[in-house]
């Protein structure tokens, strides 16, 4: 399908998320997105239509099937009217996002190329990373992720391990694919999604979530996601279309 044809029929996200350990999952219409990088693996499956993936360097890819778009990779989502699918947002933390993100570099094209997106298994079929985090890059993350108001500065949680921000960077580069500010953004993001499944208003669940205030959460929510807070929160079904309330929903995931 035609470039320009895709931009004239932009649909919407709709369905429901699931919030759980290490991962956060949409199922439903999928929509079109904005350019975003994610600090996180996306495991995209296309049940039904179509969506053109496009890299940061011009390069486009259509599927009807599966992609895997590794953290940190900018790129763009164009959906098909009617499109319907899967997409996992997995934490380059855990075994899978570590395994798939392992896969990607290993592969024959550039990790930040559209070409290389489109030939991997979904998460739940890959197989465990066996090399061992480094023991202060693991302590910082269990200390970034039990820590009230989000995650701190590098220099915060490199002293809190005993290693200097520097070293403790390069961990987070090398082992996880990532820089450092943008997993305490993802970290951040997930803990405010978790307030809004909760109930919080998107100010309340911003600011127990670490950021400053709610336009910081909406420029990282679009930075990441390449969508408002307002269109994530309608997407995942939580949002009151008549009073523009947030609404909580029983169990991990709320349905339109």
Do not use: K
């Not at 550039?110 to 061992?132: I, K, S, T």
Request: glycine share 12%.
């Amino acid at each position: 399908m035609a470039r320009h044809d895709m931009y004239g029929m932009r649909g919407r996200w709709s369905g429901a998320v699931t919030v759980e350990p290490g991962r956060l999952t949409f199922s439903g219409a999928i929509g079109s997105s904005a350019p975003h990088a994610h600090a996180c693996v996306q495991v995209l499956e296309v049940t039904a239509g179509e969506v053109v993936l496009s890299d940061a360097y011009g390069g486009e890819v259509t599927t009807r099937g599966r992609a895997v778009i590794p953290a940190g990779v900018r790129h763009e989502v164009r959906a098909s009217p009617g499109a319907r699918g899967v997409s996992a947002y997995v934490d380059p933390a855990a075994p899978a996002g570590r395994a798939l993100a392992a896969q990607l570099a290993a592969g024959d094209c550039a990790a930040d190329r559209v070409a290389g997106w489109v030939a991997f298994a979904a998460p739940g079929e890959q197989r465990d990373v066996e090399a061992p985090l480094h023991p202060r890059l693991d302590r910082a993350l269990r200390l970034g992720v039990q820590r009230a108001g989000g995650p701190p500065e590098l220099s915060e949680l490199a002293a809190a391990v005993g290693i200097s921000p520097s070293r403790l960077g390069h961990l987070f580069a090398d082992q996880l694919g990532i820089a450092y500010p943008a997993w305490r953004r993802w970290m951040c993001l997930r803990r405010a999604v978790e307030a809004v499944r909760a109930g919080a208003t998107l100010t309340d669940a911003a600011h127990d979530a670490g950021f400053a205030d709610s336009s910081h959460l909406s420029r990282t929510c679009r930075a990441m996601f390449g969508l408002t807070p307002t269109e994530a929160v309608r997407a995942a079904g939580w949002r009151n279309g008549s009073s523009g309330s947030v609404q909580a929903n029983g169990g991990g995931a709320g349905r339109l």
